[in-house]
């Protein structure tokens, strides 16, 4: 199954490496929230719930994960759409609702690895910063 966000292809271009991006904070998150507080009584206070979105999903280039310029201009526009929501299709089969980040800097970075004479041509290594939200009401 391929990795997709919104209608761009994020497989990485066989003939630059062709490998896969890396979620690489799958397991830093917790769908748990909790507060905790002392009572006057010295009495500990908890309150927990589910999470319900949030979630950060940073996706980055892993060794061959190369892509080339016309995918980060197609990331680019769809980042440059403020609060567009976009269906993200991992290879396992799981699909999130998600949003650029903007909140700690630049939501999409992206790396030549080398420069040639033509730029079109350049293998670019590329960084996602998403957040999982609530899927789009049906119309």
Do not use: C
Not at 22 to 41: C, G, N
Not at 74 to 100: H, N
Not at 111 to 130: A, F, G, M
């Amino acid at each position: 199954m391929a990795m997709t966000l919104d209608s761009v292809d994020l497989a990485a271009d066989p003939a630059l490496g062709g490998e896969q991006l890396e979620w690489t904070d799958e397991w830093d998150w917790t769908p748990i929230a909790q507060e905790q507080e002392r009572s006057l009584s010295g009495a500990l206070l908890v309150q927990q719930g589910s999470k319900l979105y949030g979630r950060p999903i940073t996706l980055k280039s892993n060794g061959g994960a190369w892509f080339t310029l016309a995918t980060v201009r197609s990331l680019e526009v769809l980042r440059d759409i403020p609060g567009r929501v976009m269906p993200l299709q991992l290879p396992d089969g799981r699909t999130f609702s998600v949003i650029f980040d903007h909140s700690n800097g630049a939501p999409l970075k992206a790396k030549p690895l080398w420069r040639s004479v033509e730029p079109d041509q350049w293998p670019y290594e590329i960084e996602l910063s998403l957040l999982t939200v609530a899927p789009p009401e049906a119309p």
